[in-house]
């Protein structure tokens, strides 16, 4: 996994690519210019195939559909590992003995 720089304000991106879902959407992983108490925060922004965030949708609530990731085991794990990557730069030590529950499970 890699932390690209490719944008004028210097905020990393996650990943070689963005993913693409089953739907044909785009995610991806950035990190935010602000944060929080605690540490930097991060943007997971999702688009759909025109490259919109959103739609106004007149029937929907509000009249706006927003959109929402619809991944496969494999893409859930590429945004996983995204997300990952940064709590480790943005947290040092901060994955220090985190449980994945599966691989608990089957190693017993």
């Known amino acids: 996994m890699t932390r690209r720089v490719d944008n004028d304000r210097g ?5 070689e690519t963005d993913v693409v879902d089953s739907y044909g959407q785009t ?3 950035q990190d935010s210019s602000a944060c929080a108490d605690d540490g930097p925060c ?11 965030q959103w739609v106004e949708h007149p029937p929907a609530p509000g009249g706006v ?3 929402s990731p619809h991944l496969t085991a494999e893409q859930a794990v590429e945004v996983a590992n ?8 943005a947290k040092p030590g ?15």
């Open 65 to 67: 559909v927003v959109r």
């Open 42 to 52: 991060v943007w997971i922004f999702c688009n759909d195939r025109d490259g919109r």
């Open 27 to 29: 995610i991806r992983v």
């Open 94 to 108: 901060a994955l220090e003995g985190v449980r994945v529950p599966v691989r608990d499970t089957e190693e017993g």
């Open 82 to 89: 995204r997300l990952l990557e940064f709590v480790a730069l």
């Open 11 to 15: 905020l990393g991106r996650y990943g």
